[in-house]
């Protein structure tokens, strides 16, 4: 029998290698239509997110920067309704189209986004804006042109459906023309009712969910962050549309048109009282009395606050000089002790020089006299073994093997070096 011990722990072995193995799918990246489509120059889905990211942004800042030109220059209640539609509907709609979760088909349902809007202001535009210039509705066709570059971003050969449609500009473009929008509401036709055979089911393993789990959930997580911007700000247009509705209702309008009497009665009031100048003298003059007091209160005091201004600043400035003073006076005697005593260090250090320098001579000087002594006494020992090495050359007599041979040392020669030995002496 297998104890427990040992069943938990071939239990845990065998739980580490099935983990082990599976740990490759852990750090699986997301896949999309654009890496299943087998092209080798794409782009991977992870970038195009990103570029998807900074067009969605930079659209709805077009659109709200657009209505608001709008709301500020339009005079006409329709046209500044239409404005506030299309910011609340076209931003939805924008974010909407990008929050698809392949990134390919968010790229392509943001050109059809584009591609409808230009579409319907072509046709349009003066309904709906009046003499609003259609260039800075489009954005003069800068995001068309920015979806062109994402495209040529993605590669040379783009990814194509079954029957052999390139996803591009040109898919986008029939796309917008066969399912037009007519209105501000933005109640767009859905692209994947239409190639629901291009989408491809996709088998998953556990752990390859687990890993793309974090990846899917901070791409979300950016996509809130960049709406989430707008949503104080669409709340805000909501209530601003509602009032306008309210102000377009029939019983308001009637109120509103009854403003016609009520200026009329405010005519008759304001002759009603012309008609009574003496009351209307009278009281201006004692208006005219009641200012001139509170003007004369008023200079007064200002008078007193300005002498009391005046008098704080001298104070201020006297207490400033003292202390001005007392500093300078402080740093002149610092300066002063600091002076003497650097005079006094540099005298020691000139003393301590001067010292050193004589001793340094006094040194070199007795170490030149024991050098001459010690030459003068090497010397005369060298003079006296020449003189004594000399003296002994010359006394030194040389043997004679030949008796009667004749040579230097003659009997002639020895006595003239006597005579000259002599006459030296």
């Not at 570029?51 to 942004?57: G, Q, R």
């Not at 390139?166 to 037009?180: K, Q, V």
């Not at 501000?184 to 239409?194: G, I, N, V, W």
């Not at 005369?380 to 003296?391: D, K, R």
Request: glycine residues 4%; hydrophobic residues 40%.
């Amino acid at each position: 029998m297998i104890s427990s011990n040992l069943k938990t722990l071939l239990a845990t072995f065998f739980i580490g290698i099935a983990l082990s193995q599976s740990g490759c799918h852990l750090a699986v990246q997301e896949r999309g239509f654009l890496e299943d489509s087998g092209g080798e120059d794409l782009l991977s889905s992870n970038k195009l997110r990103v570029l998807i990211d900074d067009f969605t942004l930079r659209y709805a800042s077009h659109i709200e920067q657009t209505s608001d030109q709008i709301l500020a220059q339009a005079p006409s209640t329709h046209v500044r309704r239409n404005a506030l539609l299309w910011k609340i509907n076209g931003i939805n709609a924008t974010f909407r189209a990008s929050a698809r979760k392949d990134p390919m088909g968010a790229f392509l349902d943001l050109w059809i986004l584009v591609k409808q809007t230009d579409d319907l202001f072509d046709r349009e535009s003066n309904a709906l804006f009046g003499s609003f210039s259609l260039a800075q509705l489009n954005g003069h066709g800068k995001f068309n042109d920015r979806l062109l570059k994402i495209q040529k971003t993605i590669g040379k050969d783009l990814p194509k459906l079954n029957d052999n449609i390139e996803l591009g500009e040109s898919f986008a473009a029939d796309f917008a023309a066969n399912f037009p929008i007519d209105n501000l509401q933005f109640d767009r036709e859905s692209a994947t009712s239409h190639y629901i055979a291009a989408v491809k089911e996709k088998s998953h393993e556990t752990m390859e969910v687990l890993g793309r789990l974090e990846s899917n959930v901070d791409e979300l997580q950016g996509l809130v962050r960049l709406y989430a911007e707008f949503l104080p700000k669409q709340a805000r247009w909501q209530a601003e549309l509602l009032s306008l509705d309210v102000i377009e209702m029939s019983p308001l309008t009637d109120s509103l048109a009854n403003l016609k009497q009520t200026t009329l009665a405010a005519q008759a009031i304001s002759q009603t009282v012309e008609q009574l100048p003496a009351l209307v003298d009278h009281e201006r003059q004692s208006i005219e009395i009641a200012i001139n007091e509170q003007r004369e209160k008023t200079v007064a005091q200002i008078e007193a606050m300005r002498l009391n201004t005046i008098d704080q600043l001298q104070q201020e400035r006297r207490i400033v000089l003292e202390s001005v003073n007392q500093e300078r006076v402080i740093a002149t005697e610092d300066l002063k002790q600091q002076l003497d005593k650097t005079l006094a260090s540099v005298d020691q250090l000139s003393k301590k020089r001067t010292e050193e320098a004589a001793l340094y001579g006094e040194g070199l000087l007795i170490l030149a006299i024991n050098e001459a002594k010690q030459t003068l006494a090497v010397a005369s020992v060298f003079a006296g073994f020449f003189i004594l090495f000399t003296g002994w050359l010359f006394t030194r007599k040389p043997k004679h093997d030949h008796p009667n041979s004749v040579n230097f040392y003659s009997h002639e020669s020895s006595q003239a070096n006597d005579g000259y030995f002599k006459r030296a002496g």
